[in-house]
C-alpha cells in the first residue's frame, strides 16, 4: 500500500495570504489528522477528521480550517498566515478514529516571510 | 498542555550503549505509544502499550508503564548511528497528545 501523501512538500508565503494543504491518507485510513511542529511548541494537534466529520479540534485558532473529501483526502487551510505559523504540518492516517497507530506522512514545510 | 513530557530534553551516547528515554503524563490513559522523527521528517510508530500491560519489547526496543506514576520509559539497547532522531511519546485523551521529545544523538 502507497503510504500517507502530503502535497507540497514545501511552501513560501508571505503575511496575509491563505494557504492549503493536502493529504491523502493510506487506501482505506478514513481518519485524518493534521499537526502543526515547531521548534517552540513541538508537535501540536490541529484537528481529526473522520468519514467527512470533523471529530476533535485542537487549540488553534479559526484562521485554520480542515476537511475532508468521500475519498477520506483532506485539505487543511489556514487563512491571513501570520509569521508564527512557518511550520512543519504533518498529516498523519489511521483506519478508525484515532486511539492507536497512526501513519504519518513526510509533512509540508511552510515558510511565511 | 502538553500531555506526554518526554525526559532528557536531548540524550548523546556512543555507539552501542543502551539509550534510555522517559515519558510523564497527566491523565488517566488507554494506551501510550512512541514515535521516532528522523529530522525534518514525518513521524513513524515504533510501539504501543496498553494500559494493563507493564512492558513490551519489539526489537531492540523495550517499553515500560506504571501507570501508578503515569509514566513510561523506552529503552534503546545496542543503539546504532540509525537511531539518531527525536523520539516522542503520545498518549490518547480522546485524541493522541505527543510530548516534546528526546532529541537523540548517537556519536560513532
Known amino acids: 500500500k502507497a503510504g500517507v501523501t502530503q502535497t507540497p512538500r514545501y511552501l513560501i508565503k508571505t503575511r496575509g495570504q491563505q494557504v492549503t494543504l493536502s493529504c491523502s491518507p493510506i487506501?482505506?485510513?478514513?481518519?485524518v489528522s493534521w499537526y502543526q511542529q515547531t521548534p517552540g511548541q513541538g508537535l501540536q494537534f490541529l484537528f481529526e477528521?473522520?468519514?467527512?466529520?470533523?471529530?476533535n479540534k485542537g487549540n488553534f485558532p479559526g484562521r485554520f480550517s480542515g476537511r475532508q473529501f468521500s475519498n477520506s483526502r483532506s485539505e487543511m487551510n489556514v487563512s491571513t498566515l501570520e509569521l508564527g505559523d512557518s511550520a512543519l504540518y504533518l498529516c498523519?492516517?489511521?483506519?478508525?478514529?484515532?486511539?492507536?497507530?497512526?501513519?504519518f506522512g513526510p509533512g509540508t514545510r511552510l515558510l511565511v516571510l | 498542555s502538553q500531555q506526554g513530557e518526554e525526559d532528557p530534553q536531548a540524550l548523546s551516547i556512543q555507539e552501542g550503549e543502551n539509550a534510555t528515554m522517559n515519558c510523564s503524563y497527566k491523565?488517566?490513559?488507554?494506551?501510550l505509544q512512541w514515535y521516532r522523527q528522523n529530522s525534518g521528517r514525518g513521524l513513524v510508530h515504533l510501539i504501543l502499550?496498553?494500559?494493563?500491560?507493564r512492558e513490551k519489547h519489539s526489537g531492540r526496543l523495550r517499553v515500560t508503564l506504571d501507570t501508578s506514576k503515569k509514566s513510561s520509559s523506552l529503552l534503546i539497547t545496542a543503539s546504532r548511528a540509525a537511531d539518531t532522531a527525536s523520539y516522542f511519546c503520545?498518549?490518547?485523551?480522546?485524541?493522541?497528545?505527543f510530548g516534546k521529545g528526546t532529541r537523540l544523538h548517537i556519536l560513532p
Open positions: 498523519a492516517s489511521s483506519p478508525t478514529p484515532i486511539k492507536e497507530t497512526q501513519y
Open positions: 487506501s482505506g485510513h478514513r481518519s
Open positions: 477528521y473522520f468519514s467527512e466529520t470533523q471529530r
Open positions: 491523565t488517566s490513559i488507554n494506551n
Open positions: 502499550i496498553r494500559s494493563n500491560e
Open positions: 503520545a498518549t490518547d485523551d480522546d485524541k493522541i497528545i
